[in-house]
């Protein structure tokens, strides 16, 4: 199917997150920081990002402003506990496609993620 980056520093919710990924049929690679997932954005490509905003000593904004500056055109979903204006706003600018608020029902996550994959232009083979 496609391959996705979990980025997300929360242990338990980051193997959730793969979890119901992988059962729905995604390959799923997980990060827990901005510059793990640098690293492996670099190293392979990705159909889609689901990204969290408060990430240990960067934002998700900060990896996506990396991202898209390095070309990137990946859709990203952000998730994140504090959707206030500003971070809204500026994750928009910078390309986000979509926000998930935490908590948030998994029931929302993966018709979200096939909606997201179904729109996006197609990621160039490894």
């Known amino acids: 199917m496609s391959r996705v980056l979990v980025v997300e520093d929360e242990a338990g919710f ?48 900060d990896f996506l402003e990396s991202f898209r500056m390095g070309g990137q055109q990946t859709p990203v ?17 910078l390309g986000a496609v979509d926000f998930l608020v935490k908590p948030f029902s998994l029931d929302a996550l993966l018709p979200l993620v096939e909606r997201c994959l179904r729109n996006a232009p197609a990621a160039s083979a490894e």
């Open 77 to 93: 979903i952000i998730m994140t506990a504090y959707a206030d204006v500003p971070v809204v706003v500026d994750a928009m600018r």
């Open 14 to 61: 980051q193997s959730l997150l793969s979890e119901v990924l992988g059962g729905a049929g995604h390959t799923v690679d997980s990060a827990e920081s901005v510059a793990e997932a640098l690293k492996l954005s670099q190293a392979r490509t990705y159909d889609l990002l689901l990204l969290d905003y408060r990430l240990p000593g960067d934002t998700g904004l």
